[in-house]
């Protein structure tokens, strides 16, 4: 679950950014190509944030696509799929640009 490791990299931000209040919500922003699934996510959170003021905190997820063009055809997409192929000739030979993205975007506090 490789999930644990990109909330080891977020945990510590949120909780410096709460400056001693309640975490309940956290917004990430992460590419296609970071293969989050959700409710892994949301486990790692609660697993690396344990102890901290961030452990009870929501994730919530906006997944960045990923900009494909094709060197066959030339043909430029997005996608939100991370193994997509081309989607005017179904090449797999692609140049692809963003969708790897990873941050904390935004903390919900509590009182």
Do not use: F, K, N
Request: aromatic share 2%.
């Amino acid at each position: 679950m490789h999930e644990i490791g990109l909330c080891e990299g977020l945990v510590p931000g949120a909780v410096e950014g709460a400056a001693g209040r309640p975490v309940r919500s956290v917004r990430i922003r992460a590419g296609v190509l970071q293969r989050i699934v959700p409710e892994s996510m949301q486990l790692a959170w609660q697993m690396v944030a344990d102890g901290t003021v961030a452990q009870d905190a929501l994730v919530e997820l906006d997944v960045v696509p990923v900009t494909l063009t094709c060197r066959g055809c030339g043909a430029t997409t997005q996608s939100e799929d991370p193994y997509a192929r081309c989607s005017a000739c179904s090449g797999v030979d692609l140049d692809t640009s963003g969708g790897d993205e990873l941050m904390l975007v935004s903390l919900e506090l509590g009182g």
